[in-house]
């Protein structure tokens, strides 16, 4: 969520959320009001600079001194707000997730950046990931391209034919030439991308 003067708020992770209620009970033990430690330890997490993924703030010590309550209570109240509409839990509605599988579907650019987490074993909410702009996701689906191509380039014209014929992956014969492709893949979209369009 984009804010006043240049920063943001994110999402945070299960585990992030709980060091900060651990942390704020620890804040609290020094005699100070419990909800405005958790509330601080949650902003030092969640607030930071808008494009950087810069923390704004060390800890939840800092925010205590560098915000007023009330400054604390108003952002970790749209900080509530955004996680509740933006995480909506597990529970969602069939019709709910359906909806939310077809914007998935139509939407090349996150299918992409799923496909290199899943490769690399990341998660969303990790730092590596959280730190990669478009540009990184489309080079390493670049190199993928490039490790796919040497590998085919090895292989004997009878082999390379046979690698590129679109096969069931459960039984291994082969498709018809229509159930090949991917009808999510938006090919404008990835010629965009290869020309260096609509990158951070």
């Not at 984009?2 to 299960?14: H, I, N, V």
């Not at 009878?158 to 679109?166: F, I, K, T, V, W």
Request: charged share 35%; hydrophobic share 35%.
């Amino acid at each position: 969520m984009s804010l006043e003067d240049g920063l943001e708020l994110r999402l945070l992770s299960a585990l992030e959320a709980m060091e900060a209620r651990r942390e704020g009970l620890e804040l609290a033990e020094d005699g100070l009001e419990r909800a405005l430690c958790s509330n601080a330890c949650l902003l030092a997490r969640a607030l930071e600079e808008a494009g950087g993924h810069t923390p704004v703030f060390s800890d939840g010590r800092a925010v205590l001194a560098g915000l007023t309550a009330e400054e604390i209570g108003a952002l970790a109240g749209r900080w509530s707000r955004f996680s509740r509409e933006n995480d909506p839990g597990l529970d969602l509605p069939g019709e709910e997730l359906e909806r939310v599988r077809e914007e998935l579907r139509e939407d090349p650019g996150e299918r992409l950046r799923w496909r290199v987490l899943r490769q690399f074993g990341a998660l969303p909410t990790e730092g590596r990931a959280r730190a990669m702009r478009d540009r990184d996701y489309l080079w390493c689906l670049a190199n993928g391209l490039l490790d796919r191509e040497e590998e085919l380039e090895r292989l004997c014209p009878s082999c390379r034919a046979r690698a590129l014929e679109g096969r069931c992956p459960a039984c291994g014969q082969s498709l018809p030439e229509e159930e090949t492709g991917n009808p999510a893949f938006d090919l404008e979209r990835f010629e965009a991308l290869k020309e260096g369009k609509g990158l951070d």
